[in-house]
Structures are given as C-alpha cells and as structure tokens.
C-alpha cells in the first residue's frame, strides 16, 4: 500500500531550518532580509532560526564593510548584516573514483573544497587496495582540518548499485565487480556512507551550486572516458530504482552494431569514446596534412577539442562525428521526457565550447520541443570537476532535505 506522511510542527520547523540553512549557504552570502523575501517566512520566524544557527556554531554573521560588493548601491543607512556558513561549521568528505585517479577531498556544505589530495594510478590489484588508497587520503585530510565530518560521499564510474552501495562491474576497472565499498568504508570510519553514480553527482553540483541553480529539469551531460548522464527532474536529482539513471553510455544507438560488454548492442560508448576519434584523426590525416593533429602520433582529447575551437578542418570533423553519436542518444533522452536544457561538462578548461555548439546545433534540428521552444546548451559551472563538487553536493542535499541530520 503506498504510504503517505503528514507534517506535525516539529517537522514544518526542523523544514524551515534547513531551507534557511540552504538559502545561506548556495547563496554565499545573504542577509535575514533576503532569506524572509525569498522564502516567504517572517522576518521573526527567519530572526530565530538564524539565532539558533548562529548559537550552534553553523552560521556567522559577517559585516558588510567586509563584504567586497555591497548591495546597498553607495546609499547610507543601515547595513545590512550577512549571513555566512561558520568557519567551524561541520564538513563532508567527498570522493571520487576514476579509472586512473581518486580524488579525495574535504568541504563544506556550501560546495567549497577545502582539503584535496589525488591518487594516480594505473592498476589496482583488487578492491582491497582501492579501499586502502581511499583510507589514507582520508586520514591525511582529516589530520589536517579540526571540523566534525558529517559524512563520506563516494561519486563513482558506473554501472552501480547505489541504493546498496555496491559498485557492479564497470568495465576496464581491474576485475574489480560487485564490491560493497559503503559498507567497508562505514565499518572503518563510523561515518554515515554513500554512493553516487558519477554524472549524477555532477548533475546535483550544479543543480545545488552551479549554472543549473534555477532551472527544474535538465540533463548534465559528462564527457570523460566514457559518456554519463545525469538527470534533474522537478528540481531533484533522479536515481532511479538503484541508482543506476543516466546510464547514456549504454543506450543503443544501433541496435545491428557490436556487442557491448553491458550485454546490449551499439551503445553509445562504443561509438563515442577517444579511441575512436583518435582512430578517425590517423585516417583522414593524410587529406588534412596542414593540420596540427596530423603530426600528434597520439592525440588526446584536449589535443582534438582544443585544435576543434581553433578552427582546424580535421578536428572540426572528428568533433562532429562524436557529437553526432552523443546527439543521437541525447534525442532519445530529451524526447522521452521533454527537457530542454543540456549541460555539458568535460575535462578541459578550453574556452570555445565548441561541443556545446555543435550538439546545440544537431539537437536543434531534431528534438521533438524545438519545433516550439528553444534548446538551451550550457557549460559546466565546474568544467569537469562537477562529479568531484557533487560528491559534496549528494551529502548537503540529504540534510537539507532532512534525510541526514546535522547533528550526531
Ligand atoms: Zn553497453
């Protein structure tokens, strides 16, 4: 039978005191004022909660002559005082899994990262020595930070389980498969422990503190080793049953073409992937000799994006056929629920963004929505860095939505 649950005062309070707490945080800086114009609370209600706040050292008030913008446009009167996380306030323990890098770090509830350490590697030997690694980049961060952790996030490459935090059997990942990583890391540290499909904690980071702040639905779209998607859905993350939504990586873009590894036929990291364009590049280099791709024995990614914003022929080529095959598995994506805005980041600071024009472009002319509404494509806030903000940002969305608490 589906439950319902009703609200009794102490939930509608406990509510109110994280949206105020969100407010505080995702807007850097805002004052009591702000927070009962944007929440419709009265200024009272606001006044306590940031009392409270302020009294359990999670918020503190900062003044205006330290603030480098005031918003009071040069009129004198009185200033308002701004509200500002605690220099003290509890942390969060982010991580995140690559196939070839862990990146650890410490933040806040605000997004910021405070403490990181990375690990390079080319092999691992089992799960046993992914832990080990995870394990002495958190005891090095939290030797360095006096602040409580509240929790550890783990934003990992896919397929996983993440309602049973289990990492399936992502393929390329040295034999490592069906390892309960929450349950091992929980059982060392003591902390509250959870795991989040990567482009899905990419997508919350910039639902909670980036370009995606105001917009309800939309697609983070991340380019990486492989292609990730993750949903904004109603101005929440969509995981699914297990965790496993946006899975774009393994949906067929051709249903007669080679055996993917998931079991399914023509996926889409088949066809898209830099081993392919790289593939491309050595091809038609001998038409394109001018091109400063064509005497790169071993091209990377930035290389073929970075030459693509330059303008060079053959890049622009290899680029479109790489957009094509993302663009096909997009429409499939963005027709079945009807959204239209993409956010696209990648592991490159390159200005141009020329992969957003071009998928722009293709969806233009073939999305169901544009034939009435315009296709909005965007740069990630975080370029691609947003799965490492979004393992912060999966911990700061359980508490204020109250499905982790603040206090132990
Ligand atoms: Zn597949």
Known sequence: MQKSSG??????KQKNRMLVLKLITVNKGVSRVDIAKMTGLSKMTVGNIVTELIE?????EKNLSDNPFPQNNGNYGRKPIMLTLSPDSPCICGMLIKRELCQIVIGDLSGTILEQINYEFSSLENGDALIDM?????????????????????????????????????PYFYGIENFPITSIIHKITGLPTFLVNDANAGALAEKLYGIGKDIPNFTYLHIMNGIGSGL????????????????????????AGPQCACGNKGCLDLYANVDNMRQKVFELSPFYPASPLASVSHPTWYDIVDCANRKDALAIIVIEEFCSYVSYALINTLNLL????????????????IIEDIIKNKLSRTLLSANYDD??????????????IGSIAFIAD??????????K
């Open 338 to 353: 009807n959204i239209a805005t993409l956010i696209v980041g990648y592991d490159s600071s390159l200005n141009g963004f």
């Open 232 to 255: 904004v859905l109603k101005d929440s993350l969509y995981e699914g049953d297990t965790g496993q939504s946006g899975e774009i990586g393994h949906t067929s873009i051709n249903f």
């Open 7 to 12: 609200s009794n005062n102490q939930d509608v």
């Open 398 to 407: 359980k508490i204020f939505s109250l499905s982790l608490s603040l206090f």
């Open 375 to 388: 296709i909005t494509v965007i740069h990630s806030k975080f370029n691609g860095n947003a799965p490492l």
């Open 56 to 60: 359990q050292g999670i918020v503190t």
């Open 134 to 170: 995870l394990m002495q980049g958190f005891q090095t961060l939290t030797a360095r930070i006096e602040r409580p952790i509240l929790a550890i996030s783990i934003a990992s490459l896919g397929p996983l389980n993440s309602s049973d935090g289990i990492i399936l059997n992502p």
